[in-house]
């Protein structure tokens, strides 16, 4: 059974950090490319960032371009979302997701597997 459980999240500051991270079970895990989403209330999911199995490469969204690195450990399973500089507007649920694809994609449809999602709260 394919499991991605988030962990990391929180409530902190602006202008503080956050490393989230997301486990990755039931899977081939280094056959994957692990993408980061994120929901604010009210508001569609939306990506956030992508990191390539094949490749190591990122790709990010515009709004966390320059602030957000996700990173992978294959010994570990895991792949993480740093986030520094965080944002009010950064506020969500942040969820990881998995796509066997040899492209890395930044929308929803594109994965087949999910996690549960982990809070992140900057207050204004």
């Known amino acids: 059974q394919v499991y991605l459980m988030e962990s990391g999240g929180g409530l902190v500051p602006a202008g503080e950090s956050l490393r989230l991270s997301c486990v990755v079970s039931?899977?081939?895990?280094?056959?994957?490319?692990i993408g980061w989403f994120r929901r604010a209330a009210g508001k569609e999911r939306e990506f956030v960032g992508v990191?390539?199995?094949?490749?190591?490469?990122?790709q990010y969204a515009d709004s966390v371009k320059g602030r957000f690195t996700i990173s992978r450990d294959s010994a570990k399973n895991t792949v993480y979302l740093q986030m520094n500089n965080l944002r009010p507007d950064d506020t969500a649920v942040y969820f990881c997701?998995?796509?066997?694809?040899?492209?890395?994609?930044?929308?929803?449809?594109?994965?087949?597997?999910w996690g549960q999602g982990t809070q992140v709260t900057v207050p204004s």
């Open positions: 997701a998995a796509d066997q694809s040899a492209r890395v994609k930044n929308y929803e449809r594109g994965y087949n597997y």
């Open positions: 039931g899977l081939a895990f280094s056959r994957y490319n």
């Open positions: 990191i390539s199995w094949m490749t190591a490469a990122t």
